[in-house]
């Protein structure tokens, strides 16, 4: 929602709460800010239908089953909005807050765990607990006639903003928007299992919902599944499914899903996962001998390719999965992971890789690029879809010349740019009408020979080649005339500052 300047009430929203931060650490704060800002959705929402149902003679405005059909969660009455707001200005406020989250977690199990209960503590200032309430006070979240997914935006674009002030650790519970939606849009999760094994607070649930009800199917149309070591990030991510109304099986645990799979027997059709970059604490040598590793042991200092094992280890036999891990994935033969690689080549797991451009995420200058995975690459039909035989063939697409600078220090996909990524990538798997063709410098269908050839790396820019230069239709004669008198001129003045230099030396007495 624009305020006609480019400025929109999200990022007014998020500047005006950030001034009230003072100086609480943002990976504090963010916590603060967004349990409120679900605190005010939820009661809004509740007295909403509490007023409608107030004017209906027929009806029970205390009636739980009147808000529960209408998937409305109950507020009991010490945690609605506007007793908070009352007393705003009050020195116990955090202490309410505390206790208003605590009584919705006990009216409503599903919630139980996820609110944050921490507003009493005595390093949270009051005064910026009543600011906050004030300000999300006075912004309508649950009014008719508002975007539907208004609250949900408001939501995201909050945990962006947070992630790019806390740099590196704002990175390991968000993947910013254009690089999830690029592999949701290559991936097409329409209908199916979902899967993310470290989801951090559900982005890529959330932008797979927005693809199936862009398509013209529902909420619901997919079955969401996904596991968080971070109960804090758990938390958040939570609390964004639920504004958004999305049903998930999303668990977390401290171990993670390398120690402790929270699915070990499930299979899924589409898997989304941006894994910590490089991660060496993954407890590699505790799982030297895992089914899951199926083209070779993972290195112990470096989780890349247990995160692809494992995540192929859950895909099902029609499945596709994209991930998001660092460049050196694609080429590094340390410890063994060019041998897993060219295992995974060789068993044609490898559909596509995309090289990233740089800067494409909070905190971390390292490159990134995308691995899309799938078991059966014949020809045939997969998840409803008549796709070509690609086995034999790998598509590489270099996208490190694309995207824009949104600011100084992060670059995103335009959304014409994520749709060109995808849509080259659904004509090379034969999906659509548009017949798929190389593109020098962008992209290139490729001999798997020829990635053995190169010593089985899967660097983009080794197979697309240079592109063409483009044509701006002077003839080349035209163009060398041109080109040659502008050179002889330049040689001309170089004669005549080499004299001129040549003069001055002698003047000074530097002369022949």
């Not at 009584?103 to 503590?121: D, H, M, Q, T, V």
């Not at 094994?197 to 932008?207: K, L, W």
């Not at 993954?282 to 200092?301: M, S, V």
Request: charged share 25%; net charge negative.
């Amino acid at each position: 929602m624009s305020n006609g300047n480019g400025e929109t009430l999200e990022s007014r929203l998020m500047a005006a709460a950030n001034r009230m931060r003072g100086s609480m650490d943002p990976g504090e704060y963010k916590h603060i800010a967004l349990g409120l800002l679900f605190l005010r959705y939820v009661s809004q929402a509740f007295e909403a239908k509490q007023s409608e149902l107030a004017q209906d003679e027929l009806a029970d405005p205390e009636d739980r089953d009147e808000y529960e059909s209408e998937n409305l969660f109950w507020v009991p009455g010490e945690a609605r909005w506007s007793k908070l707001q009352a007393n705003a200005r009050s020195p116990e406020i955090g202490q309410m807050i505390d206790k208003a989250m605590q009584a919705i977690e006990e009216e409503n199990p599903s919630l139980k765990g996820i609110l944050p209960k921490e507003f009493g503590r005595p390093s949270i200032d009051p005064n910026m607990l009543g600011g906050l309430i004030d300000l999300f006070g006075n912004v309508n979240m649950y009014e008719e006639g508002a975007p539907p997914d208004w609250i949900g935006r408001v939501y995201e674009y909050c945990i962006g903003s947070f992630a790019s002030q806390e740099g590196k650790r704002g990175g390991e519970f968000y993947t910013p928007k254009s690089v999830v939606s690029t592999l949701v849009e290559m991936i097409e999760p329409f209908g199916g299992r979902v899967y993310d094994p470290c989801a951090g607070t559900g982005g890529m649930f959330v932008q797979s919902e927005r693809f199936v009800e862009k398509h013209g199917g529902r909420i619901g149309d997919i079955a969401v599944y996904g596991q968080e070591r971070t109960h804090t990030t758990w938390r958040l991510g939570m609390m964004n499914l639920v504004i958004r109304g999305i049903e998930a099986d999303f668990r977390w645990n401290a171990q993670g899903s390398f120690l402790k799979d929270a699915f070990p027997d499930e299979r899924f059709d589409f898997i989304l996962a941006n894994p910590p970059f490089n991660d060496s604490e993954w407890d590699g040598d505790q799982l030297r001998d895992d089914g899951r590793w199926r083209y070779g042991i993972p290195p112990a200092g470096n989780a890349n390719f247990a995160w692809l094992q494992h995540i192929l280890y859950h895909l099902s036999p029609g499945g596709v999965a994209g991930v998001v891990l660092a460049n050196g994935s694609m080429s590094s033969n340390q410890s063994g992971e060019g041998e897993i690689r060219q295992n995974m080549i060789e068993d044609e797991v490898v559909d596509a890789m995309v090289a990233l451009p740089s800067l494409m995420f909070y905190g971390t200058q390292i490159p990134a690029c995308l691995w899309i995975l799938a078991k059966d690459r014949s020809d045939g039909v997969a998840l409803g879809t008549e796709l070509r035989d690609r086995r034999g063939e790998i598509l590489f697409i270099d996208a490190r010349n694309m995207g824009y600078m949104a600011t100084r220090t992060f670059r995103e996909f335009s959304q014409e740019e994520i749709d060109k990524i995808a849509r080259t990538y659904h004509a090379w798997r034969g999906e659509t009408d548009v017949e798929y063709e190389d593109v020098p410098g962008f992209c290139r269908s490729t001999p798997a020979d020829e990635a053995r050839e190169h010593g089985h790396v899967l660097t983009p820019g080794r197979y697309v080649g240079a592109a063409e230069a483009e044509d701006d239709g002077i003839p080349f004669d035209e163009k060398m005339s041109e080109l040659s008198a502008k050179l002889y001129e330049q040689f001309d003045k170089a004669q005549e500052l080499e004299e001129t230099i040549k003069e001055n030396l002698e003047v000074l007495g530097y002369g022949r």
